[in-house]
C-alpha cells in the first residue's frame, strides 16, 4: 500500500481514502488513521482520507485527538471522509 500512495502522489494524484473494515476477507482495515500516520511519513502533499469510520466505536474525545496528531504530523492534510 505504501508504495502505491507513493507511485499515486508522484504521478499527481490529489488523495487517497481508507476506510474502516473489521473481519473482512477482501480489505482489512481496522483502523485507517494508522493507516494515515504510516504514510504521513513517507509522503508529503497527497491528502490521506478516511472514506468510513465507524465513530460509534470509539470515545469521540480520543478519536479527535488522535486524528488531530495525524494531521499536526501530514502538515495538514487529514481529511475525515472521501478525498
Not at 504510516?38 to 465513530?55: E, M, N
Amino acid at each position: 500500500m505504501t508504495e502505491a500512495v507513493i507511485l499515486a502522489e508522484s504521478l499527481g494524484f490529489s488523495g487517497v481514502s481508507f476506510g474502516e473494515h473489521h473481519a473482512s476477507r477482501v480489505v482489512d482495515w481496522p483502523d485507517p488513521l494508522i493507516i494515515q500516520a504510516g504514510l504521513a511519513a513517507v509522503t508529503s502533499r497527497i491528502t490521506l482520507g478516511t472514506s468510513i469510520s465507524l465513530l460509534p466505536l470509539y470515545n469521540p474525545v480520543e478519536f479527535a485527538e488522535r486524528v488531530a496528531v495525524i494531521d499536526q504530523m501530514s502538515g495538514g492534510r487529514v481529511q475525515l471522509g472521501a478525498c
